[in-house]
Each structure stands twice: as structure tokens, then as C-alpha cells.
């Protein structure tokens, strides 16, 4: 799989560009342009439309369901009236960090989806590149958005906004940690940062029970890593028992408080964004990327249903799970997650150091 | 009812009154005694004598519970009275009386005594006009700092003109909020905030995370409660209007307040068959009220939109539903009438009764849901647990009641303590938690759904038994009343929040001469200081969510 070609090179030669740096130039821009696309229109289904039905699923309601089919329609219902509304911007603003903080957010999620491996559809595979220190990459510029989440809060003016902005830092400080290492445990195994390798070496098959097939999803190879990422992504995107840099009935909306109207939609985006980030690399990690039953080609299917799988993950913790207390964030991340990863990632390295 | 009510219980041992034993106590300091229909002795002392006084009877008498301060203008003076209770047993009750001249208004502030005094008399000074020496904190506190006058005063002029905007007389971002030198921020919390449960605006000094001051600026939902009862008749006007004080589902329990007030002081009997079915739709709004608390209290620790609020809310509409058969109103049911009730239960009455039956038997699967989706969670617990602390000596002080009260251990529950209604012919029993936090504050809430539901059960045994001929549901009581003028008494009732208090004085016409409201909340949300001040922010909003304050009955 990891000779695969890449979506820029497979639609550069589909539509007949030359081999030239300008050619692969326009091809990468055309597939980047896809790929973000969809990853959009996910982020547009998912936060009008499907957040909505999904908490009320959870609590006992309906939700939307007054225009088009499932109150489909709400997207575009939705999205006319947050980019209608007035652009409000507090006196005292310091821009342009105020006008980049949102950008930066939306961006950072967007620039991971670059690496992720989601699985062939019909004849393409879907990766825009393949580098060797993808993993490396993808944390990185997750971890942008910490910055932009920082500027929105410095930059708004205000004291809530000021408090949220503390609070994303600190959290993330104390989550992103973990989260590498964990992500460190797997590279363990594979021996390759590179998303691809990772996601072929988890198509070995585990072990055989009556017929079936386990593959050596490193989900099922490591479950208690899994468990430590799925915890530490909720931080990461901050959800629910971590969504403390929000926290709205504590310091009203953190960071995103003074922003509004298009400004607003981007910093929302962003977030629905990083879910979705989030996992596609719990996805390519520790669930075999886009490997499922079925051909190869519609891999790209259960890369989806994956994704979409992390989200209700997150959705439902949000709507049942009550919010820790900054300082006991704080005590988690540092003294318990921190713990525990080390543990995880000598433990692994002393298993794959025996065995292998 | 009234019977209990109106007669004097003082504790007659060996021929000594009450009466008798307070005038010992306080020696010289008495200067004269009063008649009020609830007290067992007033007495009138100098206004310079008010800390002494009150220092011996909460001292040498036991009478440790400040339940409200009453504040009023007469034509040769104005008068502040303090209405004095036990915490062990609240119908041993002493009303001190503390006259101030009309040309000098100045009295004593009881602060150092009680606590709760300090609100209560901010608002006597705020609303009536009343000067209190001593007193740590003499603003206003329902209305601006630049109101002019005192509008329950008899010279307040109504026409002048007011200045009213915050801007004006307090601007929150001033410079002197801002020292650079300090490590401190100042927060404005509220008026308009996502967890503030109406408009309350909380003045917070934070060190980092950490709470270092608290200032509850209340008033922003004043809406002249007690002035608009002062013009409306006794039997018809008044009545349906405290369902619009507690406004969230603890309207029967308002109009109860009420309704034992004016019965007392007109001396009204109530047919049995009328308390039974006001103690079933009073513990009914009960439940209601509590489903609230606990759904809002959920919102608070939890984040937005959770299961739990949802659920919370659906259980309460299936009262809602029941009090709409009942009363014909989902909200403000006016449903109460002096003497009794506006109507029997709604026909057929079997399907009342299967439709009510049907509510309580599913009841504990529910509550069995929220403990496991509550009290269960084990981050719950880390948030609730030991935090919000309010120790019972300190929740004494300031007066509070209810499940707040009752979270910090102290058994006191008007319903068994002074009974009213039916109570107690029922069996049921007083939840009381040790953990004065805001864990215990939950549960309490929770276990008293369990209480209630038992007494509705009851209710609704007793009323399907009542045999057809004695369905009393009003006795006769005259059109207009004009209760003997200078008649006064301070009667409470439990409501879903704790003791709510009214004093009425009566005039002899047929409005109030001075109609005196103790809110619960009022009392309560002074607490807020003690419980978060050296906490994190999460945990100043929990206690807040906690105490289950209704905005509507804090500002009156």
C-alpha cells in the first residue's frame, strides 16, 4: 500500500498535466482543493445538522426537522444566517491577531488532513503526500491551532476570553505530552512515521478465530493506548469532561466570546475541524486507517465511517459526562496521563524489544 | 389550620409566659410590649439597645434564627422588627420591635449578631428609609445608588424624576477597577451571564482561577412585590399574585405563604378536604421545583444541553401537566383561595387520580436514573464533593433554610417544625445530609422528590376515601375583609426553596398597611460569599447553581 500512488500524481495524469514542477503544482492545489472539501462538507453536516440530532438523540428530543428532508436544510438555513450576521468587533481588539486567531484555527486542522491515509475510492487512493515524518507532521500542526486559540483570546479584549485563552493553553500543554508519546508507543511497532507503513503494518492478521480474521489494528494490539489516546484527544479537542477553555456556564464561551458572524463560523469550523483530524489519527493509528471488509475501493467509506465513529464518540461524552475543574485537568494530564504514557511507552518498547 | 395558628402556644410552665421569661431576660432594655398574632412576646426596645437585645435572646434564650427584618413607616415614627425563631423549633418565635424617630431615622444595625441582618437591612434602608448604625455596608440594594428616596416611605414622591442606568452611578469598567499593580482581576459575572439563572450580577475578584471576593449586586428583577400587594385587596388582588415571585413551578407553595398569612390575620378556617388537596399540589409543585434545581444544577457542572437537564425537564412536564388538570394553569395557577381552594379535582376524578398514580410509580425508576447519571459519576463526585462548603453554624448566621439548610445538617423544616395543611397527619420524614456541600445539597433535593411523592401518595389515598357529601373546598369567608386595624403577624411556610415568610399589618381597610415578603433565595444567596470565596470559578458557579435561587423571588 505504501507504493501507492498519491492523489496528486493519480489526477495529474488523469487530466493530462505535464511531469513539470508547474504541472504537479496545479495537480496538488486540485487535490488539496478536494480533499478539503470534503472534509468541509463533513464539518458542515456535522455541525448544524448532525451534532444537533446526535445530543438530541442522547436527550430525549428531536431537533431540526422542520426544513427539508431530516431538517437537512438547516445547513443552508444555517449557514445564510451566521455569515448574514453582523460582523461585531470589540473597541479595544488587537489586530490583526483578532482577524488571524479564526484563520489560524480553521488552517492548522486543515493542514493535517495533508498526510492521512483514508483508503482507496474507486480508482484513486486518497493521500495528498506521503512524507517519511507524516506522524511527526500531523502533531505539529494540530498543535497550531493552541496558538490560535491563544490569539483569539489575548486579542479579544476581554476578560473571559483572556481566561479561556489560559485555560487552552495550560490544557493543551498537558495533553498534547501524552498524546505524542502515546502516538510514540505505536511508531514502536511500525518502526515508520510514515502514515502510510503505519497503516499497512496493521493489516496483518492478529490472530484467527472460528474463520474470522482479527488484523493487528494496533487498537486491538494495544488496547490500554488506545483507551490513553481516545482520553487525550478529548482533550485536544475539547470536549466534554474537558471542554474548559469553553466552558459556557462558567466563563460564558472562553476564548470564541467576542466572536461573531463569519469570524465565529471559522473558529466553529475549526473545531468541528480538529474532531475530525483527531480521528482520522486515531483512525490511521489504532484502526487500520481505511482497511475494512469489502475491496480496497471503497476504503475510503470506512475511513468515513471512522471518523464520523470519533465524533459520536465525542458527541456522546459532551451530553453525559460532567466537566472536570481546571485544576483537576491540570492534575489528570500531569499526573495521571503523563504517568501513565511513560508506562505505556516503555512497557511497549520493552515488548517489542523481547519479541522482535 | 387557623385554629393551631392563631393560639398562642407560649410555654406555660408554672404560670411563667414566655413573655414573662424574655421581659427577664432583657431586664431594662424592654421598653414596652406588642401584640403579634404569631409571636409569643414582642417587645419594643430603644433603638440603641438592638445588638444587646438580640445578643441575650439568641444567647440566653436560644433564639438563633433572624428569619426576616421588617422594615415600616408609621405617621409619628418608623419601626423595624425583627423576627426572631429557633432553629430547634420555629413556633417559639419573639418579634423585637425597634422604633426610630421620624425626624432622625437611626438605629442599631443587629449585624454582629446575625449575618443575615445585612442584607435585610440594606433593604430596609433602601426601601423604607431606615439609617442602621454600626452597619458594615449602608448601600442601597435593590435599588441604583442614585435612586432618590425611599419608595415605601409615606413622602416618597412617585413622579420625580430618576436616574436609573448602571453607567451612571456605577460604571464596572472604571478606571480604578484596573490597578496595575494588583495581582488581581476584577470579573464582572452577570447581570447577563450563561449561569447566572436570571439576572444576578456578581462582583468577582479573581486571583488567577481562584475566587478572592464576591459581591452579589441583586436588584436588576425588582419589581416592587411588596408595594403592589400593599394596593391590592386582601381577598382578591393579592391572591393570584405570588405565583409570579418564585416563578419557576413553586407558584402553589407562594399562594400558600400567603394564604396562611392573611388566614391567620383574619382568622379564616380551612375545611380538611381543601388542606388535603393543598398539601398534594403544594408537594406536587415541590417535585417540580426540585426537577429544576437539579436540571439546572446538572447544566452547571455538566456544560450545555446534557441528558440530564433534558430528562430532568421531562419528568417535570409530566407535572405540569398533572397541576394543568388541577388548576387549569401550567405556571401561575392561582388555584388557592383564602379559606380553601378555587375548585374540587377535576372530573372524572379516577382519571386525576391514575393519571397522578401513574406519575409516582414510575417516579423511582427515574430517580434511580439520575443517581446513576448524578450522584453516581464519579467526576460528579470530584467536582461536588467538598466543595462549596457551608458550615451550619455559619448557614444559622445567615439565615438560611430549605435544602440548603437542611445540606448542612440542620433539621429544620417548617412543614413538621410549625405544622400547616395536612402534614402532620402524614407520615413522612425531614431529610437532613451531614456534608454541608454542594454533593449534600443535591442529594437533599433528590431525597425530598422521594418525601414528596410519599405525602402526594397519601393525599391521594385520603382523597379518594373522602366521602361525597363533606368535599368542602372553601369555607364562608366575607367578600370583602377588613381584618381590625393594627393587627399584625409573620407567618412562613416551607416552600421548594426554604422559609418563605410574610408579614402582613393591616390597616383596616381592605389592603395591607405594610405587606413584608421573606424570600428563602434572599437569604440564601447571601451564603454565596462564604461558600466560593478561596475556590475556583467552576466551583463559585456550582455553589451558585446550588443554592437554587430564582431571581424573581431574590429581588421581589
Known sequence: MATEQMLPETLRTMIGLPDSVLGQAIAAFIAAFLVGNVMLAYTGVAGPWAKRKITAAFTDRIAVDRIGPFGLLIIVADAVRLLAKELIIPENADRPAYDLAPVVVAGSAMLGFAVIPMGGLGPLNIQLADPESGLVYVFAVASIATLGLTMAGYASSNKYSMLGALRAIAQNVAYEIPLVLTGASVVLFTQSLQMSEIVAVQQQTLVTVAGFSIPSWFAFVNPFAFALFMIANLAEVGRNPFDIPEAPTEIVAGYQTEYSSVYFVLIYLGEFLHIFLGGAIIATLFLGGAAGPGPESIGFLWFTAKIWGVFLFTQWARSAVPRVRIDQLIEIGWKGMLVLSFANLLLTALLVGVIA | ?556
Open chain 2, 1 to 556: 389550620m387557623s385554629v393551631e395558628e392563631t393560639e398562642e402556644t407560649p410555654e406555660i410552665e408554672a404560670g411563667v409566659t414566655v413573655e414573662d421569661e424574655v421581659l427577664e431576660t432583657l431586664g431594662d432594655t424592654a421598653q414596652d410590649t406588642e401584640e403579634h398574632l404569631n409571636a409569643d412576646a414582642s417587645v419594643v426596645v430603644r433603638p440603641d439597645q438592638v445588638q444587646d437585645t438580640l445578643f441575650a435572646l439568641r444567647d440566653e434564650m436560644g433564639y438563633d434564627h433572624l428569619s426576616c427584618v421588617t422594615a415600616q413607616e408609621y405617621e409619628d415614627r418608623y419601626e423595624s422588627i425583627y423576627h426572631m425563631k429557633q432553629y430547634d423549633d420555629p413556633t417559639q418565635e419573639v418579634s423585637v420591635v425597634v422604633p426610630a424617630s421620624k425626624d432622625e431615622p437611626i438605629s442599631q444595625s443587629a449585624e454582629p449578631v446575625f449575618r443575615t441582618a445585612d442584607w435585610h437591612e440594606r433593604e430596609a434602608y433602601d426601601l423604607v428609609g431606615i439609617n442602621y448604625e454600626d452597619h458594615p455596608d449602608p448601600r442601597r440594594i435593590l435599588l441604583p445608588e442614585t435612586w432618590q428616596g425611599h419608595p415605601l416611605g409615606h413622602d416618597y414622591d412617585q413622579d420625580s424624576p430618576q436616574i436609573v442606568t448602571l453607567g451612571e452611578w456605577d460604571n464596572p469598567l472604571r478606571d480604578d477597577h484596573v490597578d496595575n499593580e494588583a495581582d488581581t482581576m476584577f470579573l464582572n459575572i452577570g447581570p447577563h451571564h450563561p449561569a447566572t439563572h436570571g439576572v444576578l450580577h456578581v462582583k468577582t475578584v479573581l486571583d488567577g482561577e481562584t475566587v478572592a471576593d464576591v459581591d452579589p449586586d441583586i436588584g436588576y428583577l425588582h419589581r416592587c412585590e411588596e408595594q403592589m400587594c400593599q394596593q391590592g385587596t386582601y381577598r382578591h388582588q393579592i391572591m393570584p399574585y405570588p405565583d409570579r415571585w418564585d416563578y419557576v413551578s413553586a407558584g402553589i407553595l407562594n399562594e400558600w405563604a400567603y394564604a396562611r398569612a392573611a388566614e391567620d390575620l383574619a382568622d379564616i378556617e380551612v375545611p380538611e378536604y381543601a388542606q388535603v388537596i393543598r398539601t398534594m399540589s403544594a408537594e406536587l409543585c415541590r417535585i417540580a421545583a426540585h426537577m429544576l434545581a437539579l436540571g439546572t444544577f446538572a447544566l452547571d457542572v455538566f456544560g450545555d444541553f446534557t441528558a440530564i437537564f433534558q430528562y430532568s425537564f421531562r419528568d417535570r412536564e409530566v407535572i405540569q401537566n398533572i397541576l394543568e388538570d388541577l388548576t387549569g394553569q401550567r405556571m401561575m395557577f392561582n388555584y388557592f383561595r383564602l379559606g380553601g381552594v378555587a375548585w374540587d379535582l377535576p372530573e372524572p376524578r379516577e382519571e386525576f387520580f391514575e393519571k397522578t398514580r401513574d406519575f409516582l410509580e414510575e417516579l423511582p425508576a427515574k430517580l434511580e436514573e439520575y443517581h446513576d447519571l448524578i450522584t453516581g459519576n464519579e467526576i460528579f463526585q470530584l467536582r461536588c464533593v467538598d466543595t462549596g462548603i457551608l458550615e451550619p453554624e455559619v448557614a444559622k448566621s445567615y439565615g438560611a433554610t430549605g435544602p440548603v439548610a437542611r445540606a448542612s445538617g440542620i433539621d429544620y423544616d417548617l412543614r413538621r417544625d410549625d405544622p400547616y395543611g395536612y402534614y402532620d397527619e402524614l407520615d413522612w420524614d425531614v431529610i437532613t445530609e451531614d456534608g454541608c456541600d454542594n454533593f449534600s445539597r443535591v442529594l437533599v433535593r433528590m431525597q425530598e422528590v422521594e418525601e414528596s411523592a410519599k405525602i402526594i401518595e397519601q393525599c391521594i389515598d385520603l382523597l379518594e376515601e373522602w366521602p361525597e357529601d363533606d368535599r368542602t373546598i372553601q369555607s364562608n369567608v366575607p367578600r370583602t375583609l377588613k381584618p381590625e386595624a393594627d393587627t399584625e403577624t409573620y407567618r412562613a411556610v416551607e416552600a421548594a426553596k426554604g422559609e418563605l415568610g410574610i408579614y402582613i399589618r393591616s390597616d383596616g381597610t381592605d389592603k395591607p398597611g405594610r405587606f413584608k415578603i421573606r424570600s428563602p433565595c434572599f437569604s440564601n444567596l447571601q451564603t454565596l460569599g462564604e461558600m466560593s470565596e478561596g475556590e475556583y470559578i467552576p466551583d463559585l458557579i456550582a455553589s451558585l447553581g446550588s443554592l437554587d435561587i430564582v431571581l424573581g423571588e431574590v429581588d421581589r
